[in-house]
């Protein structure tokens, strides 16, 4: 039987590695809807490459050249946000929530209502509204495979075995482009410096979280609630080969571990598989003898405060971890546009954590709210920028 697949965030690095999985399994999937931001020409070509029905950009001025670029394709298309909905909830078998940042809560929440499989990668969704999310994916009967490396490979890790046997959760960061550099270095660094990253291929805005260890705390709020653990067995370490990505310790001092390859088409293939394997043409598998060592080390949350403030946010709760991801978005954003520096970012979301604590200390009642608390932050953050 095939299956049937949406692609939320076609046209971006996980979007494409999709893409090229949906490829080489055709006889396997049937691509229904896709959708992307901005690029109307990108989203035609993976829309028409992929043979989807249905494209959507949520950039309503690009509704014209969207149209056009699918001319004479048989594929209907529209633009603006209500499009992107469209694509999130028409019929399909799997959803993958691939869009980058808090733009893909809405879109990722519509499909998770209708009860959907959803592939998520777009852990924003979860740093903003996790427990309304996750609330919402219990009471709609959505599946949630996680698609983030570590989360994926956690849950392999997990396999049949019950969470409150495991004292300890780990996940691993590369360290970035800065992992061995000195503070004065890394204060003076450029965003294309900050997007070298040394292992993965990703997105612009996460390869800036993954420089300032932001990703690292994305993800603890991420596995708190995809997993239901509490922060304090969340842990990070240090693994600059990229090969281990998640370990979970278990009450008897075993240790389960996910290795593969530094290559995002490995988890994305484990959710497309749905339980089965897929192959991976032009995919290596994990080589220990070949890479020699794997090395460990903790991180430093001197250097990397952004990690720290994840950390103090996932165990404040309430809002904070709401406020924290608006305020980094617009904070890389601005890192981005070189209208801040590097440490500039870690002291704009502290500052917005702190000063939202009072105003918002419970966790949003539902997705809306999660999105009204993002939008007031934005505001906040860009007035702070602009001061
Ligand atoms: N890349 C990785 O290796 C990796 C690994 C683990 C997790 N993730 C997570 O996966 C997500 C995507 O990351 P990425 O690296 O693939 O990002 P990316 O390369 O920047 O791609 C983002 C995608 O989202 C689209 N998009 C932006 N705003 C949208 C909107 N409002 N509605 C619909 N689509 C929209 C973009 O289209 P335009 O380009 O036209 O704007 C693009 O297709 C992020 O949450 C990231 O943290 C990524």
């Known amino acids: 039987m095939t299956c049937t697949v949406t692609v939320l965030g076609a046209t971006g690095s996980i979007g494409r590695s999709t893409a090229d ?42 509704g014209r050249d969207l149209a056009q670029a699918l001319a004479g ?19 399909a078998d799997l959803v993958v929530a691939a869009v980058s940042g808090a733009a893909g809560l809405a879109p990722t929440h519509a499909a998770i209502r209708l009860g959907r499989t959803v592939a998520l990668a777009n852990k924003e969704s979860l740093v903003c509204a996790g ?8 009471r709609f009967g959505a599946r ?24 300890r959760m780990t996940i691993t960061a590369s360290g970035g482009p800065f992992r061995t550099a000195p503070r004065e270095r890394i204060a003076a660094a450029s965003a294309a410096e900050a997007a070298a990253h040394p292992t993965w291929s990703m997105g612009m805005k996460i390869n800036i979280d993954s420089a300032t260890l932001m990703n ?10 995809l997993f239901a653990i509490d922060a304090g067995r969340l842990d990070v370490v240090v693994h600059p080969q990229s090969i281990v990505h998640g370990l979970v310790t278990w009450r008897d ?19 497309l598989g749905i339980g089965e394997r897929l192959s991976i043409a032009r995919g290596r598998a994990v080589d220990l003898a070949a890479t020699g060592s794997l ?31 608006a305020a980094n978005e617009i904070a890389v954003a601005a890192f981005i546009a070189g209208r801040i520096g590097f440490y500039d970012i870690a002291a704009l979301v502290e ?24 939008a007031e932050v934005r505001r906040w953050s860009e007035a702070r920028l602009a001061a």
Do not use: W
């Not at 394709?73 to 019929?91: F, L, N, Q, Y």
């Not at 996680?146 to 969470?163: F, K, T």
């Not at 705390?217 to 609630?225: C, F, K, P, S, T």
């Open 144 to 167: 949630i495979l996680p698609m983030d490396s570590e989360h994926n490979a956690l849950a392999q890790a997990i396999g049949e075995g019950r969470v409150e046997d495991i004292t």
């Open 73 to 91: 394709s048989g594929i209907a298309c529209g633009a603006g946000p209500a499009a992107v909905i469209e694509a999130a909830t028409r019929d």
């Open 351 to 374: 500052g917005a954590c702190e000063g939202f604590a009072a105003r918002y200390p419970a966790a949003p009642a539902d997705v809306e709210e999660a999105l009204a608390i993002d």
């Open 295 to 325: 090395t460990f080390e903790r991180p430093d949350e001197e250097r990397f405060p952004c990690l720290r403030i994840a950390r103090a946010a996932l165990a404040a709760g309430g809002a904070q971890p709401t406020v924290m991801n």
């Open 21 to 62: 999985l949906l490829d080489q399994h055709r006889g396997r999937f049937r691509v229904g809807a896709v959708a992307g931001g901005r690029d109307a020409a990108a989203l035609a070509r993976v829309a028409r490459d992929l043979g989807a029905s249905f494209a959507a950009l949520a950039d309503p001025a690009g």
């Open 253 to 271: 001092g075993a240790v389960t571990a996910g290795l593969a390859m530094p290559d995002m088409r490995v988890p994305i293939a484990h959710c």
């Open 216 to 225: 690292k705390g994305l993800e603890l709020v991420e596995a708190h609630h």
């Open 131 to 138: 427990d309304a999310f996750m609330r919402d994916a219990r």
